[in-house]
Each structure stands twice: as structure tokens, then as C-alpha cells.
């Protein structure tokens, strides 16, 4: 079967979403998570590949969680021109599982709460009638053709049933090439989505919105998990910088060693404690992958028992894929972030 160049492929997609008005970010958030369970699977160049649609939304709600807080005076920002179910579920489930000291929705799922896999049903079958119906069907009053390059969507329609699902086994399979190429050009796409979501948000809101504020309350990553976890690396770390290892300053920054920008990981397993110099100077970019190896290769039971003080997931085995899935797919000479103002090629 044909398999398509990822260059073809991303040109295609970023026509897609450039045509017509969107009128929620649904289609949004459901590419970015799909683009997220690509970077963490390597999958070859021609191959197939099928993502179950609960792991989607699961990645969906993670998108949303952060978004549906208030954002200042604005109150909860609108995601649609209409009324739009998904980010008003998250936003009623999100307190509940706060109350249970559940923070992220990956905490959540990891303790198996019974509140979050309730969501995930409504927001599931949210996703399957129209994301996932019309993604590939640009916005458009008519078009004829063909559109279905990302996953054979022929199954799929606003009415679907379960007994429906049940038979495509409540997957979808990406076509020959696309995990591929969304593996590859991940980098290249995701800060594309995040530019039109921000515009979309902006569109939506009546408001003055300072879209580089904005783009951080929307897209940077939990601050609650960060701080509660920063007591527990200090003393792992034995009071030292991560990268440095000079001795650590009253205020430490948590730095996500696999920078947040290239893929949305707030787990222990990604986190480390630094100086704010170190972090600062890193920013986004990403590290060599010594240092990635290094915080890989930390006891488990610790990073286990962080986890257990904290109720902050580890997501050892995400970080894991995520880093031999952004390495294996860097082309050589990428500058990679050594220490404080030095940089290495890839590949050297
Ligand atoms: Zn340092």
C-alpha cells in the first residue's frame, strides 16, 4: 500500500485546518493528543498504526483540564462559537476530583477513579460523533471527494452505536506513514495547533485577550504538580542542581527534563529539580540526552514513593517512549542543551 512522505502529509494537514472557520477546538485537541500517542510509539516509515480512541480521549481531557479554569476575570474561556459539552464536562468533573486530591486527570486514571472514568465515557462518546467523524472534512459548506488521508473514517457518523464500535474494536488506525510523520514533524505541528487554538480562543472570547498570556494558560503545564513535588527532589537530589550540581537555592525551579512544548508529560519520571539559571537558560529546549537517560535511570521505588507523598504520577514508561521517540526521530546537527549557555549537536 502507498504510505505518505511526512512533508506531504503535514502540508496536507495544515491545509485542512486552514480551510473554512472551525467552530470548536475539537478538532484541535483531538490531532495534538493523536500527535502525542505518535511521538511516544515508534512506528515505521510505511507502517500502520492503531490507537485505541479511550487513550485519545484520555489525552484530550489532559488538554482541556488546564484550560477550563478560570482565566482571570475572564471566567472560563469559550471553545466553541456554540455551546461545547467537552471542556463543560471536564470543568464539572474537575473539582470533584480535586476534592479527592486528584489534580491531574493522569492521576485520576492511574487510581482508576470511578468519578474520572465517567467522564472519559461522556467525553468519549463526545469524540467518536464529531471529531472523529469529520476531522478529515474540512470546514467547508461543500466538498466533494475524498478526504480521509489521517485514518479511514468511512465507519464513523454522528449516530454511531455502540455495536458499530464494537466491530471497528473502538479503534482507529492511522494510515500507512501518518504516525510516521506526525512522529517526525511533531516539532513543526504542534506549535501550528497551538497558534490556531490561541486564535480561536481569541475569536470566541469577547474579550482583550494577550494572546502570549494566553498561549501559556492554555498550553503550559500544571503549576500545582510542580510545586508539591519540588520538597521531595530537593532531598533526592541531595540539595544540588540537577545539571550543575551546585547546591540549590532557596526557590528551586522543577524543569521538565523533555521540555513541555515538545510533548505534554507533567509525570516525576520528567521532572527534575534546578537552579533558576539552569532552567531559565534551558527553556525549551531539548537536552542532551545524557541528562534525559540520567533522570530516566533514577530509582523507581523513589520516584514511586514521590509519587505516593504527592499524588503525582511517575509516568516512568510515557517518558520513556516519549524520549526514544523524540531522539530516534532528531535528524543529526539539532543543537541539544549541554549546561548553562553550551549546546552540542545531535549526533556528534
Ligand atoms: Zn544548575
Redesign the pocket.
Known amino acids: 500500500m502507498d504510505h505518505q512522505a511526512p512533508l506531504e502529509f503535514a502540508q496536507r494537514l495544515v491545509a485542512l485546518l486552514e480551510t473554512g472557520r472551525r467552530v470548536s477546538t475539537y478538532k484541535l485537541a483531538t490531532l495534538m493528543a493523536m500527535i502525542d500517542v505518535c511521538v511516544e510509539n515508534e512506528v515505521g516509515p510505511e507502517a500502520t498504526f492503531a490507537i485505541p480512541i479511550s487513550e485519545l480521549t484520555h489525552r484530550v481531557i489532559g488538554y482541556y483540564w488546564r484550560q477550563v479554569r478560570p482565566y482571570a476575570e475572564h471566567g472560563i474561556l469559550h471553545q466553541s462559537s456554540q455551546k461545547a459539552a467537552i471542556p463543560a464536562f471536564i470543568a464539572h468533573t474537575r473539582p470533584i476530583l480535586q476534592a479527592k486530591k486528584l489534580h491531574t486527570p493522569e492521576a485520576a486514571r492511574e487510581v482508576g477513579d470511578p468519578d474520572y472514568f465517567s467522564l472519559v465515557n461522556k467525553v468519549q462518546r463526545k469524540l467518536i460523533h464529531n471529531p472523529l467523524t469529520y476531522l478529515q472534512t474540512p470546514n467547508a459548506k461543500s466538498f466533494t471527494g475524498t478526504t480521509d488521508f489521517i485514518f479511514d473514517s468511512s465507519a464513523f457518523s454522528n449516530k454511531m452505536t455502540s455495536a458499530e464500535l464494537d466491530a471497528i474494536g473502538w479503534m482507529i488506525v492511522l494510515k500507512p506513514g501518518v504516525a510516521h510523520a506526525m512522529r517526525e514533524l511533531a516539532g513543526l505541528i504542534r506549535p501550528v495547533i497551538e497558534i490556531m487554538w490561541t486564535d480561536d480562543v481569541v475569536r470566541w472570547n469577547r474579550h482583550e485577550l494577550e494572546t502570549d498570556d494566553l498561549a501559556g494558560f492554555l498550553f503550559g503545564s500544571d503549576r500545582s504538580s510542580l510545586a508539591v513535588v519540588g520538597p521531595h527532589l530537593r532531598d533526592l537530589q541531595n540539595n544540588r ?6 547546591k ?1 537555592p532557596k526557590t528551586l525551579h522543577i524543569d521538565h527534563v523533555i521540555p513541555f512544548s515538545k510533548v505534554p508529560l507533567d509525570g516525576i519520571a520528567n521532572y527534575v529539580a ?2 533558576a ?3 531559565l537558560d534551558k527553556s525549551a529546549t531539548l537536552p542532551i540526552r545524557e541528562h534525559t537517560d540520567r533522570a530516566l535511570a533514577r530509582d523507581k521505588t523513589d520516584l514511586a514513593s514521590i509519587s505516593e507523598h504527592t499524588r503525582v504520577p511517575v509516568l516512568l514508561t510515557r517518558t520513556q517512549k516519549a524520549s526514544a521517540g523524540i531522539y530516534n526521530g532528531l535528524p543529526p546537527g539539532v543543537p541539544l542543551w549541554v ?2 549557555g553550551s549546546y552540542s549537536p545531535f549526533g556528534a
Do not use: I, K, M
Not at 542542581?241 to 551546585?246: A, L, P
Open positions: 542542581c540537577f545539571y550543575c550540581d551546585t540549590l534546578a537552579d539559571r539552569c532552567n549546561g548553562r
